[in-house]
């Protein structure tokens, strides 16, 4: 007989595999679709999954991961780059509209200040994942609006760290807990001042003994290893796992190994939090709509109107137009995922009465199932034409990726430095990558026949990729995948000759170049003019052959 665990494990991946899809195709988004999953097979629905309570303690995972990579994007150039947004606006949205949540929700459920505030604050939040796959798929990352909700968004991800610590405040103090406070606090402290010393001394060196042994699989291990081992450490002080992982996500986010260990966490990432999103759609009580729908409906409604209204007087007070400040208020209308964490917490906690949790949870899931229209209402009212450029540069949004360091990587690296073109390079040499960081040049370690490295370095917003790999079935390999991840990007690959080029043009490529071609005309020019031929003419032969040669290739797309 199977264990309950593997049955359970097989009903979570058919429903995942079935309505997550299905989510997609009537553009509901994938998070919908993992909590519509939950609810399907879930005590309210089928009724399949039995130990809710074991499979939600391996759910948060997926928290602790998205946490860490959370840590990692909110690095300390980047938010001061977009400070303005981020600690003006954002801050304001945080603030305000909890502050309008707190009050409304309190006289609407009759709770007390401590369940209103909580509440509040979680609602106050918006979706990141859904938010962000919007704006990414639809190219709005650089609109004014868009640039505006990236920039909440990231104060609200910054906000979960204290907000989590609040509840755990809260539920200490309802229990009475109040032995040695000063004690644990400063346990607390050593601890956090314990993991930034030994992440900034010994994090980029041991990372390197480990990527030294080309064992992708140890690395693997070692990623996992860290995401986890510094939340378990900073949960035995009393702190939470997630914060733990947000410690790790900023100690990592100024590595040389950083893109390397996003790309091996992120299938962990996604399957975990994919899976914490059905358990919140398992604990989702049909009862709870059944029973009380219009106080549902109701509450949908107000959480969208207050957070709308609340918002578009302060986005007008940073400077944007009514209609981008309309706009932005409707993209960040709906809860978000951290607004379950954090509800979740509370109620484990016993901040939440049962029956409030369930109302809350219920109106924050169908607010999130809202998103997809509510983005396409700010879409109507900023058009795609009106989009602008971004005022400031973002470090990490190089315009060039280049995909290997070696030889001819360098050169390539020398070019652009030479034409003041910034440009962000991968390699899976760390010796490479320690001579090139030496040097003060943007190397990282990465093992670049795998997509989702390239992805992790801004593959996605850069202008151009160029692949210099020595490998050429990895080289085609890796073609043909970012070709039809990013089908109008351009691309530019490295060949050995001239039957490698024609291979690699076939696949997609925008520009194939053999180095041996290359090699072959410079030779022929230092020939022609050694034998005394004129300058001019030497040139015009070796044009005239390079241009054969091009033509080659280019024909052989036809």
Known sequence: ????????????????????????????????????????????????????????????????????????????????????????????????????????????????????????????????????????????????????????????????????????????????????????????????????????????????????????????????????????????VGLSMAMGAFMAGLLMADSTYRHQVQAEIAPFRGLLLGLFFMTMGMALSIDALVAAPLLIAGGVLGLLVIKTIGMIPLALMFGMTPRNALAVSLLLAESGEFALVLLALAYQSDLLASGVYQQVLAIAIMSMLLTPVLAWLAQLLVPRGVASPPPEKIPDDAPVVVAGFGRVGRRIGDILTMAEQPYVALDANPGVVDRGRREGLPVFFGDVSKPEVLTSAGAANANVIILTLNDIEATEVLLSTLREQYPDKTIFVRGHSLSQCLTLRRLGASGAVSENVEASIELGRLVLSAQGLADTRSDAIVEKFRDRYRSQIEDATL
């Open 1 to 236: 007989m199977p264990s309950s665990y593997l049955i359970d494990t097989i009903y979570l991946l058919l429903a995942a595999v079935i309505v997550v899809p299905l989510a997609q195709v009537v553009r509901l988004g994938a998070v919908p679709g993992f909590v519509l999953a939950g609810v399907l097979i879930g005590p309210a629905g089928l009724g399949l999954i039995g130990n809710l309570t074991e499979i939600h303690h391996l759910a948060e995972i997926g928290v602790v991961f998205l946490m860490f990579f959370i840590g990692m994007q909110l690095k300390p150039a980047r938010l001061w780059q977009m400070r303005r947004y981020v600690f003006g606006l954002g801050l304001a949205q945080v603030l305000v509209v909890g502050a309008l949540l707190m009050v409304i929700s309190g006289w609407f459920f009759d709770l007390s200040w401590e369940a209103a505030l909580l509440i509040g604050a979680a609602m106050a939040l918006s979706s990141t994942a859904f938010v962000l796959q919007i704006l990414s798929s639809q190219r709005l990352m650089t609109t004014i609006y868009g640039r505006a909700a990236v920039s909440v968004l990231l104060l609200q991800d910054l906000a979960v760290v204290p907000l989590l610590a609040l509840v755990q405040m809260m539920a200490a103090a309802d229990t009475g807990v109040d032995t040695v406070p000063a004690l644990a606090v400063l346990k607390s402290v050593a601890l956090v001042v314990a993991v930034v010393v030994a992440g900034r001394y010994l994090l980029d060196p041991v990372l390197r003994r480990i990527a030294m042994t080309g064992l992708p699989e140890v690395f693997t291990a070692s990623a996992v290893l860290l995401v986890l081992g510094v939340s378990l450490l900073t949960q035995s």
